[in-house]
Every structure is written in C-alpha cells, then in structure tokens.
C-alpha cells in the first residue's frame, strides 16, 4: 500500500511485523514490530501474522492479525488505538474501514463471508456464501466489492439486499479465457474510478461527505430506519439523488468490463 507520503507500507506476515520502505530505497526505512517467526498478538512489539495494513481517515492504520484473530488501529509510532476480534470470523483478511467506526473484513475461509464490525467488535452486517474471499472494498454507493478467490470470480454485493448485483467470472470454474478468471487475490477499480481517488478511507485522506439538504438529510434519516429494521443497516453518505447517479456511474463503468453480468 502506497500511504499519502509516498513511502509503502506492508504487512510482512512470515516476520510478524509492519514494514515501511521509501522507494526508490530497497531497504526498510522503519520497522514496527519485532523481527522474529514467533507470530503472536503484542502489537506493537508483534504481531500474529499481520496480513493487511490499510490507512485510515484519522491519519493511522488498520492493521489485521490472523493469529488469535485481532484488527487493531494503530499510528506509525506504535500507538494502538484499539484492538478487537471481527466478530464470528476465523481468518481475517485485509480489514479496511467503510467510514470512522465502521470497518469491513473478508473472512479466508470456505464457506467464506464479509463481516462488517465496530471497533468493539460488534456484528454490523454479515453475508456468507463464499469460498475463501480475501479482500473486500467498500463503494462509494455503499455497496461492496470483493474478490472471491477459490470461487474463481469478483463481485459486488449490495448489503441492503443481502445480494450479489454484480459477478465477473463464473462460479467455481476457473479459466483464462475472456469472462472467467482463476483464484483472484486483489481488486480495484480503474482510474477513474480507483478507490484511491472516490474513497477517501483507502488514501489517509479525510472523507468528502457531501453537503445535504434539509430534505435530503430527512430521506436519508427515514432510509436507514428502514434498513435497520431489517438489520441490515448501512447508512449512506450520499442523498438519493446523488447514491442514484453514483450507482448509475460505477453501473455503466462495470458493463464496459467484458464479461461482468448485472
């Protein structure tokens, strides 16, 4: 992961350490974490095979530990901020944040699932039914992207449904031919539409919540009622005219993927 100073920032999961190199230096410039294989989970001074180290909006780092089964929040000087347990999650991968308190892991494992949790490990949302998913993005439109790997496809899923609305790849049948894919490990949209330019959790930046307006903001309050009672809630950032547009614009950028099917 390249942070907003330039320097990359990695989970070295086989040295139980967070590692950052300042290109074009090909030695580490700092170190968080001790040097050992004994991966346990003391962060800062170790960690229990750190597999994912992603920026959050408050300027620190969502570190995931897969040993004992931790996220902690933590500053590049080794403050740790908080720790917690994603909730019914054996193996988490790649823990990233959907906005502040909000987080979103891909749990490795078959059957797979996405959890989303807060930062006392309480259960926000869940959908299972994949085989062993190892990275999951939040959309600007509130949906989800991830890549389910040993399904040998990437999807989006609209948590409001409880649903995939989006598949690249089929199903369980790996393949390099145009439409099918073979154990993808990663995702992101393309430029324009990266997250690292439309989601503002993924580059340290501070998030751009749009301005509402009175009735906008009343929409949205009835809106997440309404997904509440059907414990699913995921309240949107943006107001119905504008999540409206914002699917229709990630809509038209997904079709232009052959293969992808709505």
């Not at 170190?31 to 346990?40: K, N, P, S, V």
């Not at 095979?49 to 570190?63: C, K, Q, R």
């Not at 040998?152 to 609305?165: E, F, G, K, L, Q």
């Not at 949209?189 to 307006?213: C, F, M, N, Y």
């Amino acid at each position: 992961m390249l942070t907003p100073a330039g320097k990359i920032i990695t989970a070295d999961i086989k040295n139980c350490r967070i590692v950052l190199i300042a290109p074009p230096a090909h030695s580490a410039a700092r170190i968080i974490g001790e040097t050992t294989q004994m991966c346990l989970h003391d962060p800062p001074r170790r960690f229990g095979s750190p597999n994912g180290a992603f920026p959050l909006t408050d300027g620190n780092y969502l570190v995931t530990e897969i040993n004992g089964d931790r996220v902690d929040e933590m500053s590049l000087h080794g403050h740790v901020a908080w720790s917690a347990n994603p909730p019914g999650v054996a193996y988490p991968s790649d823990t990233n944040e959907v906005y502040p308190g909000r987080y979103l892991t891909a749990d490795y494992t078959n059957p797979g699932q996405v959890v989303e949790f807060d930062a006392q490990g309480r259960l926000l949302w869940r959908l299972g039914g994949f085989n062993q998913p190892s990275l999951a993005l939040p959309l600007p439109n509130g949906d989800v992207l991830l890549n389910d790997d040993f399904n040998h496809r990437v999807v989006v899923v609209d948590p409001s449904m409880n649903r995939i609305v989006w598949q690249y790849g089929h199903t369980g049948i790996s393949g390099r031919a145009p439409g099918y894919l073979k154990d993808p490990d990663g995702v992101d949209l393309a430029p324009p539409d990266s997250l690292l330019i439309t989601h503002a959790s993924t580059t340290g930046e501070p998030s751009q919540v749009p301005k509402l307006r009175k009735g906008d903001r009343l929409r949205q309050t009835a809106e997440c009622a309404f997904h509440a009672d059907r414990h699913s809630y995921r309240p949107k950032l943006l107001s119905r005219m504008e999540w409206r547009w914002e699917r229709a614009r990630l809509s038209r950028s997904l079709q232009e993927v052959p293969g992808g099917t709505w």
